[in-house]
């Protein structure tokens, strides 16, 4: 265990140096805009630097087994821990935030969310706000490794279910980590410059473009604007981001499996549902919002738009879908649990989680009526081990426990009912916007004590770790 511990710490402080390095980027940006903000940044990536540093020096040389106690003990280190080093440039920085609230900031970057206590973004300066795009691009980045890399490792990633090459253990994708992690970056980066060009080309400005380019690959949702993506009036600009927030929410072992030339790459059916659900919620959306006002060009991009944004959970507006009718809020509410697809830079329950419920219940049907028939469990055209599908049954029942758990610390504290339990909600997924006045679409998480702030960051960190990595740490097991 001490091995496994002190390993983990020296892997994080390699990331923590790499990332305090990354608050050199918006320093560089206020210095040559003029800002006098850029002191703050240096100070920050210093301090930040210096303390990993120290932290790597001390525990170098450490190594161990990649064994699932050593997964789990490494993946919590890097989010959690990760989180709280990074928030001196929101504290120390010109947002000035309280540290609960950089806490939150920072966290709901670093996983995606998308969620923010943060108002004024069209006239903050530069640095922050492409410091908060650098914490998403970033995250994005680590979660498609983590996701495609660690989690299949511990049985709870759901990518288990598909191979990347020919083998009897989708998990022999571990020894190839460094292949599999470069053609993850180099695809990552390529589609990153791809959308920032299509933004640049629809009317953004060259900051605006990178900016929102690398919150739309990360499936992060935040914006440089008050508005999000509303403030742009161009209907082209929401059907590039459009696009691009669905390409995000693919398996990355598609793009992974075509860039290296992998030609066994099995039909992968949570492609076909998470379009079809987009399509199926798109239109009757449209219905919903006609009831309403007649639909315009500019409705229907904002619908195809906000569709793709929650179930993606990046979380961009185009927006307030609160006022299209009385189906868009419980629509949206409901999409928000599902999630892209596995392998994907999306939070949510995941598509591929739904197909295995919707199987298990199918069986259970069959077996109802016909009680000594055999019915296999199946994933598309594949029989898949039960173990499999009780997998994301807990998985489920885990995302279901700590959702009532997290609502109702919220509502202690002092928050109505849609707030706690949407805000829980959107948090877990890693969704960013809630429902409600306050945390609407439309709203921010700013009025929000600093004792909920400090509960939703947790949750989203929980989220985004797939909830049982977490739990893990709760067992008497794991600590002898």
């Known amino acids: 265990m001490g091995q496994d511990f002190r390993t ?80 001196a440039p929101l504290v120390i920085g010109p947002a000035q935030l309280s540290i609960a609230e950089a806490v939150f900031e920072t966290a709901s970057g670093f996983t995606t969310t998308g969620s923010t206590v943060l108002t004024g973004l069209d006239d903050m300066d530069r640095g922050t706000l492409v410091w908060r795009s650098l914490l998403q691009w970033f995250g994005g980045t680590g979660i498609l490794s983590l996701g495609l890399i660690v989690l299949p490792f511990l049985n709870v990633g759901g990518l288990q279910l598909f191979r990347l090459e020919s083998s009897d253990r989708s998990e022999k994708v571990l020894p190839r980590a460094a292949e599999i992690i470069r053609a993850i970056v180099v695809i990552y980066v390529g589609l990153t410059v791809a959308c920032a060009l299509a933004y640049r080309i629809g009317g953004m400005t060259g900051f605006d473009a990178i900016n929102h380019a690398m919150t739309t690959l990360s499936t992060g949702g935040f914006s440089t604007h008050d508005a999000s993506m509303g403030f742009f009036k161009t209907d082209g600009l929401l059907w590039a981001g459009s696009v691009f927030m669905a390409l995000a929410g693919l398996p990355f072992t598609l793009f992974v499996a075509l860039f290296m030339s992998r030609k066994n790459l099995k039909a992968d059916p949570q492609i076909q549902w998470f379009f079809s659900i987009i399509a199926g919620t798109v239109t009757l959306l449209m219905f919903a919002r006609a009831s309403v006002a007649p639909l315009t060009a500019r409705s229907v991009a904002e619908d195809v738009f906000d569709v793709i944004s929650v179930i993606t959970t990046t979380g961009f507006a185009a927006g307030d879908y609160t006022t299209w009718g009385s189906l868009a809020g419980p629509m949206f509410f409901i ?8 392998g994907s830079t999306a939070g949510g329950l995941k598509i591929y989680r739904l197909i295995v419920l919707t199987n298990m219940v199918k069986v259970s049907l069959q077996q109802l009526i016909q009680p000594h028939g055999v019915f296999p ?91 049982m990595v977490v739990l893990a740490l709760f067992l008497r097991a794991m600590w002898r």
């Open 8 to 87: 983990a710490v020296h892997a994080t402080s390699v990331v923590g140096l790499i990332l305090a390095t990354a608050m050199l980027v918006p320093a560089a940006v206020n210095l040559s805009y003029g800002s006098p903000y850029w002191r703050e940044f240096l100070i920050s990536a210093l301090l930040t630097g210096l303390i990993w540093l120290l932290v790597a020096t001390v525990t170098r040389g450490s190594t161990t087994t990649f064994t699932p106690r050593f997964g789990i003990i490494l993946v919590n280190m890097l989010w959690w821990v990760l989180t709280v080093s990074l928030i």
């Open 335 to 342: 999409l928000t649990f599902f999630g892209g697809c596995a």
């Open 377 to 467: 469990l199946r994933y598309g055209q594949e029989r898949i081990n039960p173990a499999i599908f009780n997998a994301a049954l807990v998985m489920s029942a885990g995302f279901a426990g700590v959702l009532a758990l997290c609502t109702l610390v919220l509502a202690a504290q002092g928050n109505d009912f849609v707030t706690a339990l949407s805000g829980s909600l959107t948090a877990l997924a890693n969704v960013g916007p809630g429902l409600g006045s306050i945390i609407g679409p439309s709203g921010t998480f700013q009025s929000l004590p600093d004792a909920s702030l400090l509960v939703l960051a947790a949750a989203m960190i929980v989220g985004r770790l797939e909830i």
